[in-house]
């Protein structure tokens, strides 16, 4: 079973930073395809970032340009790296794996990601 844990959400002012972490345990690199997401209050969960087996990513519109996701395979951790925050990237962000034989998946469907860290709140104020 994969454990996810993420850290690093805060509270930072529009157009300041963070860097979210997250922890994998219980699983082997080959095959995980993983991914952050985010929910805001009242709106459906959506997937911003992407990462495959081979760091290949994809990013939704609303954060191209703004957000890097990147994967430590040695340290099993995956990041988010979020610049020029906006007050509307304010929302509980979630971690997620999901694995294939190849794990070249990339998606931002939450359908397709069996295992979710708690979730960690980023608070974005103008």
């Known amino acids: 079973q994969v454990q996810l844990v993420e850290s690093g959400g805060g509270s930072v002012q529009a157009g300041g930073s963070l860097r979210l972490s997250c922890a994998a345990s219980?699983?082997?690199?080959?095959?995980?395809?993983m991914a952050w997401f985010r929910q805001a209050p009242e709106k459906e969960r959506e997937g911003v970032a992407a990462?495959?087996?081979?760091?290949?990513?994809r990013y939704a519109d609303s954060v191209k340009g703004r957000f890097t996701i990147s994967r430590d395979s040695a340290k099993n951790t995956l990041y988010l790296q979020m610049d020029n925050l906006k007050p509307k990237d304010t929302a509980v962000y979630y971690c997620?794996?999901?694995?294939?034989?190849?794990?070249?998946?990339?998606?931002?469907?939450?359908?397709?990601?069996?295992?979710w860290g708690q979730g960690t709140q980023d608070t974005v104020s103008s």
């Open positions: 997620a794996a999901g694995w294939r034989p190849d794990g070249l998946l990339l998606s931002l469907d939450r359908l397709d990601f069996g295992n």
């Open positions: 219980g699983y082997t690199y080959i095959g995980y395809y």
């Open positions: 990462i495959n087996s081979v760091g290949s990513t």
